[in-house]
């Protein structure tokens, strides 16, 4: 089964012509997808192309210690083809979610049901894996849950207090964000981009910013690239502290969960700083960034940031040196570095057991690349694994952007023929509402039959966008892979043979997204 | 008449005072974590607020979904009329009392689990089999402390056992009995009584299904078990018997705040700990009182 590379590769953050990516009838594309990955390959998105009344089934795969990305098809598709689940379990979701768009059935798939919908109806209705037997009982949990939290349903298969299997049936709050934008972009494409994770605003728009430039054979000045990669740290920074304090809070360890909550909110009013909105919401334009960060408002940032940040470790510090937390936190929930890599963990998940895996430092794109981050990677791939990782990357934020702001490129913060398009008023939106090819007088248009990959390592892990346009230049299939749709599973995996006291710490130790994941 | 009197004069102490102590408790806490925290009378206002509610009842449900609650916490009132308060002695007292306190108490919890089971529901299933579970080890815990205190006076009730002082071994027996005390009133690091997560929780999950009055009865039950424990902690250590009433009113109130103080701070420095190692804790627990009981029979022979 040993091929050569025959995917096309390609960068992060830039595109290739349809016709160039090589094709395969299906059963061959998925042993040469197999082959990749048995390769040292990863799967970033694996997702159907309507094409007729068929489709075409799309792999893009991250080589990371090559710091190359490549992308494969296969020919149009119409009933089924044989499962690449059976060799690489991380495929086993997209599979799913293929066959739920597509009705593309793969063969031999062990667990073969609905991501998001079930046949239209409630997501849980259906079948879950259940366990026999007379001392076996079973533990729904959800989708309305005792916090202000999103909806979603978990089906616990217990021995008394020990959880022997975990199910997680998601779809809530499916919205069809990837289906509104075919035929797009429209005009509401950025802001939908914004709140496809709400918390991770930064991360998705600057996906999908990468995608319309790279599109548009062009790339954001250095200046805005510099301004989106010190809000992608800042978000980073306000959602790991705020995870501290939410698994203090589970173990009803009082003094960091209280001063991590307010300590967030000061993370999140420097993002608000930047750019008036504490989510940083209205700051990333396809083209560049709509606010720029004079001298003055960077040595506020830089001031508070360092208040925040000695507060935070002082926060951290009563955290790590409690007994009763570490008793907690320490080999519950554990993920070993072998499973994460087998279901395809990524973020903090997979740096917690281990796995060196960073878009940032793996696929550097934007300012990235001027910029390395080192990659905060921490053994063992329990709770407290994936604590320490987020109180490493903390550290390693703030000093990144402690850095940054002392050397700023100079120039703009929007490229010119985007510039215009954006804020030119009604008929330059116009244009972009009705999807024409052009965007701005023929230089920035977006050219028909391209494929573009953009990936960024949000807070939570890597955010895959995919798109391809049409003859006309639109988007004919757009792809988005949050993070969380890697890592459920891996959530999953951790509470087998935990007690079921211990579900809480396990979930908030991944802290997933559920938007992210229903679309 | 006078007793008549006496009895309604305790009675209504021990029901206006109890909901003062988790406001205490929680004012602690809030002070800690730097907050302002919410009113010492909260629960008060709480239970007022439950007593004017309609009650939703599940259709699965029997009339002992309501009964439960009620018994429970006539039994809780009927254990804390066997309590002496220093020298002015307990309202009822007869020979075996103590017997009696014990087991009205565990009446209490067997009403609530009872009351848990018949909502059928898997939450409250698990809620029932933890807190009856950890039972076993604590009340094994507070019936050692009991009897040390038997031996130490030479006698089985309540009103001659808690007037001297435990002792010799009283350290280890206000050790054990703290240990007790946090564990059957849900406290960190045995339960969280703040979360909302209904996996983790112990006592708060069975009563889930509850609501309005029934609600109200469990929370004052909760708060008045609390109180009592405080109580019988305090009066097991210092010989309230021996002082003037006064005296001895002055000392109780005094230590049952410490006592609630300390509650907070514990809650406030301590995770709570994984359901494994509970029985650890509660084995400890009764290992105080065990060798308090030790201190109590051999340390007092010549």
């Known amino acids: ?519 | 008449m006078t007793i008549a009197l006496d009895i309604f004069l305790r009675l209504a102490v021990w029901l206006l005072l109890a909901p003062l102590l988790p406001g205490i408790i929680n004012k602690v806490k809030a002070w800690v974590a730097g907050r302002r925290g919410p009113p010492v009378l909260q629960l008060y206002f709480d239970l007022a607020k439950l007593w004017r509610k309609g009650v939703v009842l599940s259709t699965a449900v029997s009339p002992m979904h309501i009964l439960g609650p009620a018994m429970a916490w006539v039994a809780i009132i009927a254990a804390a009329l066997l309590l002496p308060v220093g020298p002015a002695g307990a309202s009822l007292s007869f020979r075996g009392d103590a017997l009696l306190f014990v087991y009205l108490l565990a009446f209490a919890r067997f009403c609530i689990a009872l009351a848990a089971l018949d909502t059928g529901s898997a939450f409250e299933g698990m809620g029932v089999a933890r807190e009856v579970s950890y039972a076993v080890l604590a009340e094994a815990a507070i019936i050692t402390a009991l009897l040390t205190l038997c031996v130490q006076s030479g006698s089985v009730s309540l009103a001659t056992m808690l007037a001297p002082s435990a002792g010799a071994g009283a350290a280890l027996l206000a050790a054990g009995l703290f240990g007790v005390l946090l564990a059957e009133n849900c406290r960190v690091p045995f339960d969280d009584p703040n979360t909302h997560l209904e996996l983790t929780m112990i006592h708060e999950v069975m009563v889930l299904d509850h609501s309005g009055p029934p609600l109200a009865a469990i929370l004052h039950g909760a708060s008045l078990k609390l109180l009592i424990f405080a109580v019988l902690l305090t009066e097991a250590v210092l010989p309230l018997g021996k002082l003037s009433l006064l005296q001895a009113i002055g000392a109780l109130v005094a230590l049952v705040f410490v006592v609630a103080i300390v509650i907070g701070l514990v809650e406030s420095l301590l995770a709570r700990l994984a359901f494994r190692r509970v029985p650890l804790l509660l084995t400890t627990a009764f290992l105080f009182c065990l060798f308090a009981l030790l201190v109590a029979w051999k340390g007092g022979m010549p």
């Open chain 1, 1 to 519: 089964m040993n091929t050569t590379r025959e995917f096309l590769p390609l960068s992060n953050g830039t595109s290739v012509p349809w016709a160039d990516v090589p094709e395969w009838p299906a059963d061959e594309f998925v042993v040469a997808t197999a082959a990749e990955l048995d390769h040292g390959g990863r799967l970033c998105a694996w997702f159907g192309v309507p094409e007729n009344s068929a489709t075409r089934l799309v792999a893009v795969i991250a080589f990371d210690a090559e710091n190359t990305l490549a992308v494969g098809r296969s020919a149009p598709v119409t009933k089924s083809y044989p499962s690449l689940t059976l060799r690489h379990p991380q495929a086993h979701l997209f599979e799913r979610e293929v066959w739920e768009q597509h009705g593309l059935m793969p063969e031999g798939h062990p667990w073969l049901k609905p991501v998001r919908r079930q046949n239209g109806g409630h997501p849980a209705v259906g079948e879950f894996f259940r366990v026999e037997g007379g001392e076996i009982h079973e533990v729904a949990v959800g989708p309305v849950h005792a916090g202000i939290i999103e909806p979603g349903h978990f089906r616990f298969q217990c021995n008394g207090e020990e959880v022997l299997h975990l199910e997680i049936a998601l779809g809530y709050q499916h919205r069809g964000a990837e289906e509104a934008l075919t035929g797009g972009p429209q005009r509401a494409a950025m802001s939908q981009m914004e709140t496809v994770a709400g918390d991770t605003t930064i991360g998705h728009a600057t996906a999908y910013a990468t995608i319309l430039e790279s599109l548009a054979g062009t790339e954001a000045p250095l200046r805005a690239q510099w301004l989106r990669a010190i809000a992608l740290e800042l978000e980073r920074l306000a959602n790991h502290t705020g995870d501290l304090g939410a698994l203090a809070n589970d173990v009803a360890f009082l003094p960091t969960s209280a001063a991590c909550g307010k300590i967030r909110g000061d993370f999140l009013n420097l993002t608000a700083l930047l750019c008036g909105n504490r989510f940083g919401r209205g700051l990333i334009r396809p083209g560049g960034c709509k606010h720029d960060l004079e001298t003055e408002r960077a040595a506020q940032l830089l001031d508070k940031l360092r208040v925040a940040l000695a507060e935070v470790n002082q926060a951290a510090e009563w955290l790590w040196d409690s007994n009763s937390v570490r008793a907690r936190f320490e080999f519950t929930g554990t993920v070993s570095a072998g499973q994460a890599a087998e279901i395809g963990l990524v973020g903090v998940g997979a740096r917690a057991s281990g796995l060196v895996r960073d878009v940032r430092f793996d696929h550097p794109a934007g300012w990235h690349r001027f910029a390395p981050i080192p990659v905060a990677v921490w053994p063992g791939g329990d709770v407290f694994a994936r604590a320490r990782v987020r109180w490493l990357e903390i550290q390693r934020s703030a000093k990144f952007i402690e850095e940054q702001l002392a050397a700023p490129p100079d120039g703009e913060t929007m490229e010119q023929s985007f510039n215009s398009s954006w804020q030119g008023g009604a008929s330059v939106s116009a244009s972009w509402g009705e999807g024409e090819i052009l965007s701005n007088g023929g230089s920035r248009g977006r050219p028909p039959h391209q494929l573009a990959v953009a990936l960024v390592e949000g807070w939570r892990g890597e955010v895959c966008h995919v798109a391809l346009t049409d003859s006309a230049g639109k988007f004919r299939r757009y792809k988005i892979v949050d993070a969380s749709f890697h890592n459920w599973s891996g959530l999953e995996l951790a509470m087998r043979g935990q007690a079921i006291s211990d579900f809480p710490i396990c979930n908030k130790s991944f802290n997933l997204s559920y938007c992210g994941f229903d679309l």
